[in-house]
């Protein structure tokens, strides 16, 4: 994966042995074994908990691991991390200059853990590869129809849309992002990236003045239990003289960066919703290519954000790609995402057009939904966030973006230090309006999230005594689906044998408190059944059975946990979802 002549035989040694691992991955399907909690048994394994130099298990194993230089590392191989490696390979090109960038993603290719809606606008794109049609790019289906819709239980009620205002998508593209993704990377490549997919940065690496020196990739060969196998492996260290973080929203990396150098302390705290989506082969008769339809209301009330969208793609079949999203700053412990999704389904002016279809896909990921007010600091030394790693899902969209790269090119080639600054003016315009493309802006809460002054979307729950539980509709596998089956078709898979990725701070939490004040919200909040609260073997209590071959990557669970002590960190490189185009 690394190109061997480049390296030394122990990199090559570290190499085979993560293709042994990975090999050892089954067909994707949806699991039951699990960790399990009772009066207190330990449920987390990870070493970022329970540090390896004080377990006697780990003595004696090598731990020195194999470095690399680069000029610039980035962290996440999505539209933000392609897209500034593309931009600094052709202003290296551009000056007949030599420039090592590596891109390190996670997913087992580029653009398997890729998910969005996606309607995209193609001016960064126009400006990053102006002869994007020639090249190939995957935007088969230019908007031409508009509708934007409040919903009832039984109907819809048609809302105008005027030019200038934004949910008017003509001249945007309704995009499967992970195919562009794809395309994004194979571009990167032509101008000499060098990509590694299948490789999680794991953790960050700092010099001794506390600058950012590079990354370190995870471990493998890592048993259930926390302890060494015969294949262990340590993972590599990328050191470059810029790191750039582009690992999406609520990045696991970007979260010790906030801690570290104290990113978040002039902005307000980012807000999240979780986003779940489907694609559908449905009925000719009911395709309208380049249709973008978006909604507001039923399910919800009127005090939860959210909304939807249903999207006519135009590729060679009759496909739509539909998806619902919640803000996760909801208070009723009992809401699930998934299951208001199922139910939205049902609606009459859905179930027209996805009446004799067939479901081929299912996934699900957080997403921003903070504006200008929400981003924090993106600089620091030796590095930067991208993407909507920081802020908002701009991606590639703004020239803020080619500003920010542009320095970083200048400080690599005037061998001047990479300096901190704050956001500049050019994108101010553009996240201040990012909340009023939501399709939930004629709620109450939009409002709110707009507002200074909003607070963690993990402090919104309301202890379940104080709300109504909610009753939704058994699916009827037709248009509405079980969880595990939804699962199954994210192709989502990780290693069996290793420590479940979704770590606890304090393993009596959930049950003392998550499940005694909330009902176990995490039950209802993951869209992937990580969470489940069983019975004890006893009968004398419930414990939590934590499901991480499930994962789907979403972070949901890290960002609404009313305690907050769950941490999602990376699992083995290549685990996860499989999503093709999503």
């Known amino acids: 994966m690394f190109p061997a002549c480049r390296y030394s035989l122990q990199a090559r040694k570290c190499i085979r042995a993560l293709k042994v691992v990975q090999a050892e991955h089954v067909a994707p399907q949806v699991y039951s074994t699990r960790c399990s909690s009772s009066t207190v048994p330990r449920i987390t394994t ?67 853990h890729t998910l969005s809606g996606a309607c995209l606008e193609a001016t960064a794109l126009n400006e990053l590869i102006p002869d994007w049609k020639e090249r190939g790019a995957p935007l088969n289906t230019p908007v031409t129809e508009d509708k934007f819709s409040i919903l009832t239980e039984k109907y819809r009620i048609p809302v105008p849309i005027l030019p200038g205002l934004p949910m008017n998508n003509h001249g945007n593209y309704l995009v499967r992002l992970g195919n562009f993704v794809r395309w994004l990377g194979e571009q990167a490549e032509e101008l000499g990236v060098e990509l590694y997919p299948g490789y999680a940065a794991a953790e960050v690496l700092f010099h001794e003045d506390g600058s950012v020196k590079g990354i370190a990739t995870n471990d493998v060969g890592i048993g259930k239990d926390g302890s060494p196998k015969d294949v262990f492996e340590r993972g590599m260290e990328l050191h ?60 919800l009330n009127r005090n939860t954000y959210g909304g939807s969208f249903l999207y006519h793609l135009n590729e060679g079949e009759p496909l739509v790609a539909l998806g619902f999203v919640v803000g996760l700053d909801y208070t009723n412990p009992y809401l699930s995402p998934f299951r208001e999704f199922q139910r939205w389904k049902h609606h009459p002016s859905l179930m027209s057009t996805l009446e004799g279809g067939n479901r081929i896909a299912y996934g699900a990921r957080a997403l921003n939904e903070g504006g200008f007010q929400s981003i924090p600091k993106l600089t620091f030394p030796g590095g930067m966030l991208i993407g909507c790693s ?36 050019p994108i101010c315009k553009e996240l201040t309006v990012a909340s009023q493309r939501a399709p939930s802006c004629l709620s109450r809460q939009f409002l709110d999230r707009i507002s200074f002054g909003v607070g963690l979307d993990s402090a919104q729950l309301k202890p379940a005594k104080d709300c109504a539980p909610i009753e939704y509709p058994k699916p009827d596998g037709k248009i509405s689906f079980d969880l595990l089956s939804s699962v199954a078709l994210s192709g989502t898979n990780h290693e069996h044998d290793q420590p479940p990725h979704l770590t606890l701070k304090d393993d009596s939490v959930p049950v003392a408190q998550n499940l005694a004040v909330y009902d176990g919200p995490e039950q209802r909040f993951c869209p992937a059944g990580v969470y489940e609260y069983v019975p004890l073997e006893t009968g004398d209590g419930m414990r939590l059975q934590i499901n991480a071959q499930n994962c789907v990557h979403c972070k949901t669970c890290d960002i609404k946990d009313p305690s907050q002590n769950i941490n999602w960190v990376v699992p083995e490189g290549s685990g996860g979802p499989a999503y093709n185009g999503m």
């Open 46 to 112: 990870h070493y970022t908990v329970y540090p390896r130099d004080k377990d006697p298990r780990w003595e004696g194993v090598e731990m020195e691991r194999f470095a690399d230089e680069a000029d610039v590392v980035i962290v996440g191989g999505g539209p933000a991390g392609l897209s500034a490696a593309i931009r600094l390979k052709q202003l290296a090109n551009q000056h007949e200059k030599e420039l090592r960038v590596c891109v390190v993603e996670k997913a087992s290719q580029i653009g398997a």
């Open 390 to 425: 920081p802020h908002t899902h701009t991606h590639n969209k703004s020239a803020f973006f080619t500003f920010l790269l542009t320095i970083v090119y200048s400080a690599l080639f005037s061998f001047q230090s990479f300096v901190s600054f704050h956001s500049p003016a």
């Open 240 to 299: 470059a003289k810029v790191t750039l973080f582009g690992e999406g929203c609520h990045g696991h990396l970007a979260k010790q960066l906030y801690k570290q150098f104290n990113l978040r302390e002039n902005c307000e705290p980012q807000t999240y919703a979780i986003g779940l989506k489907e694609l559908w082969v449905i009925d000719e008769k009911k395709w309208r290519p380049g249709r973008a339809e978006h909604s507001v209301g039923w399910p």
